[in-house]
């Protein structure tokens, strides 16, 4: 098989196969390194960030911090995060009673941030949080956590 | 008359008709006129979005209140937005109006392949105009529709999720940074949204509308009954063609006229709506998008990646292989290619109708399975919804009738039909009866206050 084409080969249909080979590689890695200019290189997305005083959140409810699009629930043995990001398209979800509502395509979560039912295929992520050296609450939204991790105070 | 004919053949502009047309081509319930409302439609944006884009800022802090300037300072600025607006809407519905035309009609044979599938991008195009258009107001309605949008690209992730791969291979991230420039809708967004917006899509748009009409010219003028692949268009006989100067011109000008007409009215009577500015932490309820994408919110809340990539996927590629499954050139340039169409149309519409409204019916009254049972895995209600339902019900009516018919024809005419109404009737849910929390309303009546 492979002799049968070197022997059709002459040297000109050689070299311009080859060339054409050559040319479409470099074209390739060219389109590739083009691309690269679109894609952002994210570098701001691992954040931890102070929330405040614990006392400061109300007991037994969630409360919603609207710039992080994250809930903290807090109650009497501690504090938990929880994200408000809808898993289906990223609409903010709202609390109703029993758990969390999306507005957009009516995904329904538990409390614990199970998906009850709707489109949405994954549950809430839980983030991790810690006490600082001043004693405010940090979330880490870097850090995803289960549903019974909590932050005793 | 000779004089006339080589002014068309020398000038520039006038080059673009040809000499003379047939009558097929001159008959209103032929063609409707569909794709030169869409050029004057086309041209009419190109000209009111000059005058926005001089008044308009695209920058996170400014972009909102440059629109509210053009609405309440900018002299006659909200009745030029209002045009634009109400011109791009036409421009959706009349390109899928002129799409059916095409199909029913079957110009899509031999030669007239390629337009076809131009038109297919076109198309597109005009879609991603439309979507990319959405956003630059800045406000509430703008920013959630584009972060919905942008999920929908990202939604790529179900799929390598159940195949384990999202870690080496995040296709669906990687659409989504390259549509918004980041994780969420920022300045990025709007810089990309207004590059694509005023430079490059309308750019595509042009080169291929220039294409389009120069195919439509090399093909031999539009379909028609009497013009076979057989015979070359100069074969037919002289009496059944006219000069396109006058007779044409006056159909344009007509045309332009109304056109002009219907859109000054809409902008005299309906106002372009502009909500709240954006506002990341707060969510409208309910979320809609423009109507024209309606349809695929209403299935994109059955599944993300079904709903938003797979089955609108599915429905390019069926409209670009048409002319590939259907070879027959028989009926070209005949409506419904003759009775036996004309009954499969209204048949498949029917059945349609009825599968597609019954399934959303279930969806509404009782739910889906992950009410039904516990623990439902994602990917079974990824695979199992009412859309990829009445997707394969659409197809197995579609073989089914190409089994009685042996006609590929019937078949591309049958499936073609359940699309465009499953389409319409999922839109239809949208725009209707959808309300806060995406929970069924009847049409008219009132939604709590959330």
Known sequence: ?153 | MDNRIQRISRNFFLHIHSPKVSQGTLSPTYTFGLGLILSFLFLVMIITGFILMMNYTPSVERAYNSVKDIVFIVPGGRYIRNIHRWAAHGMVLIVFLHMVRTFLTSSYQGKRKINWIIGVFMLIVVLFMNFSGYLLPWDQLAYWAVTIGSNIAASARELTDILGITNFLDIGGFFKKILIGGENVGQAALTRFFMLHVIFLPLTLLILTGWHFWRIRKDGGLSSPQVHESTSHLAVKNDQRFYSWPVLMWIELAILLFITTVLILMALLFDAPLREQANPAFAENPAKSPWYFLGIQEIVSYSAFTGGLLIPLLFIVFLISIPYIDKETKYTGIWFSGNTGKKIVVFSVLFSFIITVFLVFIVIRFGWLKEWFDNVPGFIVMLVNPATLSTLLYISWSVLISRKTKSARMAAIALFSCAITGLIIYTATGIWFRGPNWEFYWSFSHWPVM
């Open chain 1, 1 to 153: 098989m492979v002799e049968k084409i070197i022997k059709k080969s002459t040297r000109r249909s050689f070299l311009r196969q080859l060339s054409i080979i050559l040319a479409s590689i470099a074209g390739f890695l060219i389109f590739i390194s083009f691309l690269r200019q679109f894609i952002p290189r994210i570098s701001g997305t691992d954040r931890k960030i102070r929330l405040g005083k614990a006392g400061s959140f109300p007991l037994n409810t969630f409360t919603y911090i609207p710039e992080y699009r994250i809930f903290i629930y807090r109650d009497n043995s501690g504090l938990k995060a929880i994200s408000a990001v809808c898993t289906h398209l990223g609409c903010k979800i709202e609390k109703i009673e029993k758990g969390f509502q999306c507005p957009c395509h009516g995904s329904c979560f538990s409390e614990k941030g199970k998906v009850i039912s709707g489109a949405a295929s994954k549950d809430l992520p839980w983030y991790r949080l810690f006490k600082d050296a001043d004693g405010e609450v940090v979330v880490d939204l870097t850090k995803k956590v289960d549903s019974d991790y909590i932050l005793e105070i």
